[in-house]
């Protein structure tokens, strides 16, 4: 199972919006609404944002939203802050009954 | 409060073998599937494993398969990932996972503070 592709980092001014691609199969974001986000600053566990492509666990801000087109999923950050600045990581689930996750993206806040 | 505690990480040769465990609680462990994510110095996230909530289902990727066996106690709250012919590219924090839907393998709301493996001679 091949990792999805991201973007190996994207950038943005604060207060602008980002987003974050990530590029599969019809064998998994293609074919299934179970593409999740996260988000993980250096040295912490990853923290959930979005799970079945658009849904926010209670707790995560308005700011993060998610979508998908065909076997592309994204992440939208509007109002950028300073904060934000972190790795971001796709998940899918798949047709092999396993998950598989993206390589990563770096988001840096100018 | 959901809480999960890795623990059984450690420096192993090359051709070793490794226990891990996650101690759950703050919820009800055998209503959910649980899974181990990994993740190597400075590399992205891989899922490792996942098992369903009785433990009669486990799931697990090509690279791991027939070396690395996932179960669980469910009297006891713990989730175990048996790790044996442990390569260099097994380095990495190993992590316990719940997800936010019960009979999910993905979307993970919960995490523990990892265990680190470290393979090497």
Redesign the interface.
């Known amino acids: 199972?091949s990792?999805l592709t991201q973007p190996a980092s994207v950038s943005g001014s604060p207060g602008q919006s980002i987003t974050i691609s990530c590029t599969g199969t019809s064998s998994d974001v293609g074919g299934y609404n179970?593409v999740?986000w996260?988000q993980?600053h250096p040295g912490k566990?990853?923290k959930?944002l979005i799970?079945?492509v658009s849904n926010r666990?209670s707790g995560v801000s308005y700011r993060f939203s998610g979508s998908k087109s065909g076997n592309t999923a994204s992440l939208t950050i509007s109002g950028l802050q300073a904060e934000d600045e972190a790795?971001y990581?796709c998940?899918?689930?798949t047709s092999?009954?396993?998950?598989?996750?993206?390589?990563?993206t770096k988001l840096t806040v100018l | 409060e959901v809480q999960l505690l890795e623990s059984g990480g450690g420096l192993v040769q090359p051709g070793g073998s490794l226990r891990l465990s996650c101690a759950a609680s703050g919820f009800t462990f055998s209503n959910y599937a649980m899974n181990w994510v990994r993740q190597a110095p400075g590399k992205g996230l891989e899922w490792v494993s996942g098992i369903s909530g009785s433990g009669r289902d486990t799931y697990s990727p090509d690279s791991v398969k027939g070396r690395f066996t996932i179960s669980r106690d469910n009297s006891k709250n713990t989730l175990y990932l048996e790790m044996n012919s442990l390569r260099a590219e097994d380095t990495a924090v190993y992590y316990c996972a719940r997800p936010t839907v019960t009979t999910y393998i993905t979307a993970f709301d919960f995490w523990g503070q990892g265990t680190m493996v470290t393979v090497s001679s």
């Open positions: 199972q990792a179970h999740s996260y993980q566990a990853p959930l799970y079945d666990p790795d990581y998940n899918s689930y092999s009954i396993t998950g598989v996750f993206g390589g990563g």
